[in-house]
């Protein structure tokens, strides 16, 4: 069992960075796959970005690769997605998520999420 707390969301102005943070329970985190998903109102979520447990792949959404980069401190526990350039485009809900490799396809473990507003 993980459980995912999400942290450093905020107002923010466009061209402005942020950073925000997810931090993990348990003594598994450095063998879990970590995700970014975000969703805006009235629309699906959307992947924004993984990285694998030892942090040897990388992966990114569609024209965000440039502007998010994701990263992880398995001694901390944690992952953390810098964005830079924000668009108002990228207010959203900011969700970490998990998934053990070994046993899963797909993210079963989810944050309550950040909210990040980018203002114009």
């Known amino acids: 069992q993980v459980q995912l707390v999400e942290s450093g969301g905020g107002l923010v102005q466009a061209g402005d960075s942020l950073r925000v943070s997810c931090a993990a329970s348990?003594?598994?985190?450095?063998?879990?796959?970590m995700g970014w998903f975000r969703q805006a109102p009235g629309k699906e979520r959307k992947f924004v970005a993984a990285i694998s447990w030892n942090a040897d792949r990388l992966y990114y959404g569609k024209s965000l690769k440039g502007r998010f980069t994701i990263s992880r401190d398995n001694a901390k526990n944690t992952v953390y997605l810098q964005m830079k350039n924000l668009e108002p485009e990228d207010t959203a809900v900011y969700y970490c998520?998990?998934?053990?490799?070994?046993?899963?396809?797909?993210?079963?473990?989810w944050g309550q999420g950040t909210q990040v507003t980018v203002s114009s």
């Open positions: 348990g003594r598994t985190f450095s063998t879990y796959d």
């Open positions: 998520a998990a998934r053990d490799p070994a046993t899963s396809l797909e993210y079963n473990y």
